[in-house]
């Protein structure tokens, strides 16, 4: 039998870990890991500038979306999963970097809402 200060203490300290969110961002990492290791790889090593840039574009894209829709921890898994840098690049990065002028009405958005935005009034005006 467990000690029952030993079970308020572990309590305790997963409703601290919980309420900060440290606790999900574990549980990410560590699936990240797990992962890794059933597909028979090794957790990534690799350089992310190595990476062919259109693929870091498009994980960038994708890491914009997922926070501004709230998908906090699935970007993180992006983020371990694909070695990418833990400070994501600006808004100004990605827009120049895509050739997009950014004004008022499209801050508000995710890039990929405007790019996908901008493909189907393109695609209605044919």
Same mark, same amino acid.
């Given at each position: 039998?467990? $000690?029952?200060?030993? +079970?308020?203490?572990?309590?305790? !300290?997963?409703?601290?870990?919980? !309420? $900060?969110?440290?606790?999900?961002?574990?549980?990410?990492?560590?699936?990240?890991?797990? @992962?890794? @290791?059933?597909?028979?790889?090794? &957790?990534? +090593?690799?350089?992310?500038?190595? @990476? &062919?840039?259109?693929?870091?574009?498009?994980?960038?894209?994708?890491?914009?979306?997922?926070?501004?829709?709230?998908?906090?921890?699935?970007?993180?898994?992006? !983020?371990?999963?694909?070695?990418?840098?833990?400070?994501?690049?600006?808004?100004? $990065?990605?827009?120049?970097?895509?050739?997009?002028? +950014? +004004?008022?009405?499209?801050?508000?958005?995710?890039?990929?809402?405007?790019? !996908?935005?901008?493909?189907?009034?393109?695609?209605?005006?044919?």
């Amino acid at each position: 039998m467990s $000690d029952p200060m030993e +079970d308020h203490l572990f309590k305790e !300290v997963k409703r601290n870990l919980e !309420v $900060d969110g440290r606790l999900q961002k574990f549980t990410a990492e560590l699936r990240s890991t797990l @992962i890794s @290791i059933l597909n028979g790889r090794p &957790p990534r +090593d690799q350089n992310y500038n190595e @990476i &062919p840039k259109e693929t870091r574009l498009i994980n960038d894209l994708i890491r914009e979306y997922l926070i501004w829709n709230g998908y906090i921890y699935t970007e993180e898994f992006l !983020v371990a999963e694909s070695g990418a840098e833990k400070e994501k690049p600006s808004r100004e $990065d990605l827009t120049e970097k895509l050739g997009i002028a +950014d +004004d008022y009405s499209t801050t508000k958005i995710p890039l990929l809402y405007y790019i !996908v935005c901008a493909f189907e009034m393109q695609e209605q005006s044919t």
